[in-house]
C-alpha cells in the first residue's frame, strides 16, 4: 500500500476551478492506477476520475468530461485532478485513491478495487 494526502480543496464560487493534488509516500506510487472520488455524507463514494499507472490512459465520470481533467507527475509521486467550471453540486468530501493492480474493464469505477484511500478533502461551491 501506499499512504495519500491530498490538498488543494477549499471554498470557490460557481463558475471557478481549483486543483486537488494527491501526493503519495510509500512503495513506488508510478506502477499504480490513481482515482478520485467524492462523497456527501450519508451517500456512497462516487467515481470521479482515473489514470493509469503512466498517465496514458485517463478514464471520467460523466459529470466530470470537459470539466475535469486527471493527470499525474511520476517523478513527484503526484497526481492532480484540475476542476474547472465548477458547480454548486460538485460540492463534495474529494479522496484520492490508488490501485496497485491494472486497470482491467471498468475496475477503475470500483471503490473495493482500490487498496489505498486519502483522508478527503473538502471542496465547497456557492452558488
Known amino acids: 500500500q501506499v499512504q495519500l494526502v491530498e490538498s488543494g480543496g477549499g471554498l470557490v464560487q460557481a463558475g471557478g476551478s481549483l486543483r486537488l493534488s494527491c501526493a503519495a509516500s510509500?512503495?513506488?506510487?508510478?506502477?499504480?492506477?490513481a482515482g478520485w472520488f467524492r462523497q456527501v455524507p450519508g451517500k456512497e463514494r462516487e467515481f470521479v476520475a482515473a489514470?493509469?499507472?503512466?498517465?496514458?490512459?485517463?478514464y471520467y465520470a460523466d459529470s466530470a468530461k470537459g470539466r475535469f481533467i486527471i493527470s499525474r507527475d511520476n517523478a513527484k509521486n503526484t497526481v492532480y485532478l484540475q476542476m474547472n467550471s465548477l458547480k454548486p453540486e460538485d460540492t463534495d468530501v474529494y479522496y484520492c485513491?490508488?490501485?496497485?493492480?491494472?486497470?482491467?474493464?471498468?475496475?477503475?469505477?470500483?471503490?473495493?478495487?482500490?487498496?489505498?484511500w486519502g483522508q478527503g478533502i473538502q471542496v465547497t461551491v456557492s452558488s
Open positions: 485513491a490508488a490501485a496497485v493492480d491494472l486497470i482491467r474493464g471498468d475496475s477503475y469505477y470500483v471503490t473495493g478495487w482500490y487498496d489505498s
Open positions: 510509500g512503495r513506488t506510487f508510478s506502477r499504480y492506477t
Open positions: 489514470i493509469n499507472w503512466s498517465g496514458g490512459s485517463t
